[in-house]
């Protein structure tokens, strides 16, 4: 049977605005579809993280109890739906069943069944300027930008939900020496320089070596022995595959914050347009959409104009012309990997209607995407 739900993702942090979970909305019908998308992709669940499944505005009913929930899995319960009879026959065999719960949308003021143990809450903060009365770990949703979460821990907010981070981070400056080697390093492997300058300059950064031989042997790599050094990488891997993973050094080399869900969003980005591209472009052009993907928070993760970072770099034009004027080959794809960010799933299915695209693709790219790009955080 065809899919008719559709996920869209957002990451959770905590007040260090580390990731301590991924949060899965799901806009299907009814619980039924949502239960045999979620069960669809038992095979590829994150479990790096947490994972929260909202069930955007459906109640839910006893018929999620179909679901086989992974241990890391979390359900939402959204507040407006605790007086439904549906979802009161729920809460008890969630609890019994051992899976944990998200009270989402709280309120100060809202009666609570007893003996459920509500592990987080989603309050909008747009609503609700304090938690107050929360019975759990509470997070702020609905923030605009950076300043705004500050102002929510300020406040006593745990944590926070959705894509903030990605808003208000400070002007752009100059690129870093660190992040320059990196970008000549990446300009040597793509101009196929001998791998004695190549190693000579990752020589000069003991950290950076070090680093891109982690992300190497990552499980998100698959490889079936350990690479020992650059050169063996090189005879392992060749150059285009070092490319791809230089390219994941230079999205992780910032030391903000705010980096390592910056970082997670990239990745993921680059991944999930390399899996949908699979059927739409040639073997060969993969690594550059996942580059395309990577790169397109380079400007906040480096603290820089996206123009003055790609200037350092000579990149393919299908990459410069999707990152700079979201044009060309890549940029449609680019467009749909960020509207699986959006909370409202419209224009995502609008954009992959137009690809031709079904909802089980997009789901299982988002899901696989975003187990990859934990894996290279852990």
């Not at 992974?70 to 809460?91: F, G, K, R, T």
């Amino acid at each position: 049977m065809t899919q008719t739900t559709i996920l869209t993702r957002e990451p959770v942090v905590n007040r260090n605005r580390a990731i301590t979970a991924n949060r899965l909305v799901a806009h299907g019908p009814n619980i039924g579809a949502v239960v045999e998308t979620l069960n669809s992709l038992a095979d590829i669940w994150p479990t790096h993280h947490t994972v929260f499944v909202c069930l955007g505005r459906l109640v839910p009913t006893p018929e999620l109890m179909n679901w086989q929930a992974p241990p890391n899995a979390m359900v939402e319960i959204p507040a407006q739906a605790l007086a439904h009879p549906q979802a009161q026959a729920l809460l008890p065999q969630l609890r019994d069943a051992g899976i944990s719960m998200c009270l989402s949308w709280f309120a100060p003021g809202t009666a609570l069944p007893p003996d459920i143990d509500w592990r987080f809450v989603l309050m909008d903060r747009r609503r609700h300027a304090t938690p107050a009365g929360s019975p759990g770990i509470t997070l702020a949703w609905g923030l605009p930008n950076v300043n705004a979460f500050q102002e929510s821990v300020q406040a006593g907010f745990d944590g926070a939900s959705g894509w903030f981070f990605l808003y208000g981070n400070p002007a752009a400056k100059e690129l870093s020496p660190a992040h320059a080697q990196i970008v000549r390093l990446l300009n040597l492997v793509r101009n196929n320089a001998d791998i004695k300058e190549i190693e000579a300059v990752l020589r000069q950064d003991v950290a950076v070596s070090y680093k891109l031989l982690r992300y190497i042997n990552s499980a998100g790599f698959g490889l079936s022995c350990e690479i020992q050094s650059f050169r063996h990488a090189v005879s392992i891997l060749g150059y285009t595959n070092l490319n791809k993973w230089l390219s994941l050094l230079l999205v992780s080399a910032s030391r903000d914050p705010g980096a390592p869900a910056m970082m997670q969003t990239s990745i993921a980005r680059g991944r999930f347009m390399e899996q949908i591209g699979a059927s739409f472009f040639d073997k060969s052009e993969l690594d550059n959409l996942f580059i395309t993907g990577a790169f397109s928070l380079l400007n906040a993760l480096l603290g820089t104009s996206m123009q003055s970072v790609l200037e350092e770099m000579h990149l393919p034009s299908a990459i410069t012309d999707a990152l700079l004027l979201e044009q060309g080959p890549y940029a449609p794809f680019l467009k749909l990997a960020r509207l699986c960010e959006s909370f409202d799933a419209t224009e995502l299915q609008k954009q992959a209607a137009e690809l031709q695209l079904a909802p089980e693709q997009i789901n299982r790219a988002i899901v696989g995407a975003l187990g990859f790009a934990d894996s290279l955080q852990s």
